[in-house]
């Protein structure tokens, strides 16, 4: 059994009030998602329907199915996160240090999405970790899990090999088998297109469902009703090498937010970029971080003609264009 994380955060057991106090409960009012994405392969249909993965049903995750989760666009060097946690702040730009601890806050919300969390803030290493634990997952029939050497995990982030590397990897882990999600999704008529956690007859999902580990290797468990969650493709292709190249945390957040929307002119309100990226200092400092980061993804040429300006309501905007497809 893995020992919890200790947590440094205040009281998990406060009040609501208390919970919607500054970064613990945090609403995003972020642009739509793009209702023009293509439907999966007939295969995903398939895969999705054989996994039992249906709405307000839950299966345990060790159900065999016969088939691999597909993701269109998925190699060696990208990787997919679903659009709705991308957009998020679930996973932040934050140290790896003290981190808020949450009790079922709100991470996104909208007219046809509600996300919240319970567990240590997830930070830009931790969503390294799980977008490559989800890519191996694909290597393998839904309700399988897969086996890795945490040598060659490592070695996939970019990351050495060695006594303090071991250590973070399965710390990360560890993180990732605590942290639980609720979330409802709908279709635009408004009925329910998934509900995990938010009905009593399903339960919470995890962000990874548990891990093995013994003589250098992790035996992965992934819940597989994520399956549900990347169908139709709504998910966000992740260049992977680009990713591992960045030097700035904020990089790796805003890169998530980009690859959410198809539109060539992308803007966010300064106040919801830092709402998004935990940054608890003054907004002064957050710019010159943010400017810092928007250079860096200008040199990769994800975006172009990057800008802060002030729109007609007097309230500071980033601006970019997105070149990355």
């Known amino acids: 059994m893995m020992p919890p994380s200790q947590t440094h955060a205040s009281s998990a057991n406060s009040s609501s009030n208390a919970i919607s106090a ?21 295969r995903l249909a398939q895969a999705n329907e054989n996994a039992g993965v249906q709405e307000h049903e839950h299966y345990p995750p060790d159900t065999g199915s016969g088939v691999n989760m597909v993701l269109p ?4 060097t990208a990787r997919a996160i679903p659009n709705y946690i991308a957009r998020s702040g679930l996973f932040a730009p934050v140290r790896r240090g003290w981190r808020t601890y949450h009790d079922d806050t709100t991470f996104l919300t909208g007219k046809n999405i509600l996300l ?9 290493d931790h969503a390294d970790i799980w977008m490559h634990a989800m890519f191996l997952q694909t290597t393998v029939q839904i309700g399988q899990a897969p086996r890795v050497n945490r040598a060659d995990f490592l070695r996939a982030l970019g990351r050495p090999t060695g006594g303090s590397a071991y250590e973070w990897l399965h710390t990360g882990m560890q993180d990732l088998a605590q942290f639980c999600l609720r979330i409802e ?6 009925s329910i297109k998934y509900s995990l956690g938010h009905h009593p007859a399903t339960r919470v999902l995890p962000m990874i469902g548990g891990f093995d580990y013994e003589n250098g290797e992790y035996q992965l468990f992934i819940d597989s009703r994520w399956a549900q969650i ?4 709504e998910y966000t292709l992740i260049d992977w090498e680009k990713r591992l190249s960045m030097r700035y945390e904020l990089s790796k957040s805003l890169q998530r937010l980009i690859g959410t929307s198809s539109d060539p ?6 106040d919801i970029l830092k709402d998004r990226a935990a940054y608890t200092g003054p907004m002064h400092k957050f710019c010159a971080v943010l400017e810092r980061s928007l250079l860096e ?11 802060i300006e002030t729109n007609a ?3 500071k905007q980033a601006i970019w264009n997105r070149v990355e497809k």
Do not use: C, P, V
């Open 265 to 270: 002119e992308q803007r966010y309100s300064l």
């Open 22 to 42: 500054s970064h613990a409960k945090r609403t995003y009012n972020l642009k739509s998602l793009d209702q023009a994405m293509e439907r999966l392969s007939h």
């Open 230 to 233: 990347f169908a139709n493709r």
């Open 116 to 124: 919240r969390g319970t567990g240590k803030q997830l930070t830009e």
């Open 313 to 315: 309501k007097g309230n």
């Open 185 to 190: 999704a709908k279709r635009a008529d408004g």
């Open 297 to 307: 993804l200008e040199s990769l040429n994800i975006i172009a003609g990057t800008r």
């Open 73 to 76: 666009g998925l190699s060696d």
